[in-house]
């Protein structure tokens, strides 16, 4: 029992320094796309920066946060994958009700706001 309390915060002490690696190494892609500017081609910056950025990931997927979003991520796409998603009909006909009440709601508006605007013109009238 407590050999797994040791492993986890034997774990959590390598985690902070493995953060450090990975904001080293964005870093670095970063600096290296922008130092790069004026020696190379767009693309090998490109690469470069992209590079920086998967070392990044990778090293922080290593640690318990990264575990915990790639597995995140994991169910996440699990879920979509159960979404009913609507047919194009379905879609169009909800889109034309939305537009439909949109309108509505602006006529409505509009009116209240000219009888609003007909009474106080009404009150503040001085003859």
Same mark, same amino acid.
């Given at each position: 029992?407590?050999?797994?309390?040791?492993?986890?915060?034997?774990?959590?002490?390598?985690?902070?320094?493995?953060?450090?690696?990975?904001?080293?190494?964005?870093?670095?892609?970063? =600096? !290296? %796309?922008?130092?790069?500017?004026?020696?190379?081609?767009?693309?090998? $910056?490109? *690469?470069t920066?992209? +590079?920086? =950025? !998967? %070392?990044?990931?990778?090293?922080?997927s290593?640690?318990e946060?990264? $575990?915990? *979003?790639?597995?995140? +991520?994991?169910?996440s796409?699990?879920?979509?994958?159960?979404?009913?998603?609507?047919?194009?009909?379905?879609?169009?006909?909800?889109?034309?009700?939305?537009?439909?009440?949109?309108?509505?709601?602006?006529?409505?508006?509009?009116?209240?706001?000219?009888?609003?605007?007909?009474?106080?013109?009404?009150?503040?009238?001085?003859?």
């Amino acid at each position: 029992m407590n050999t797994k309390t040791d492993a986890a915060s034997s774990d959590n002490r390598l985690d902070i320094p493995k953060w450090i690696i990975a904001v080293l190494f964005a870093g670095a892609g970063l =600096v !290296g %796309f922008y130092y790069l500017e004026e020696q190379y081609s767009q693309l090998i $910056r490109v *690469i470069t920066l992209l +590079a920086g =950025v !998967g %070392f990044a990931i990778f090293v922080a997927s290593r640690t318990e946060k990264g $575990r915990a *979003i790639l597995q995140f +991520a994991r169910e996440s796409h699990l879920e979509v994958r159960k979404v009913v998603w609507p047919t194009r009909q379905e879609t169009l006909q909800m889109t034309g009700l939305v537009i439909l009440m949109v309108v509505v709601l602006a006529i409505v508006i509009w009116f209240l706001d000219s009888i609003l605007l007909w009474i106080v013109r009404l009150l503040t009238e001085t003859t």
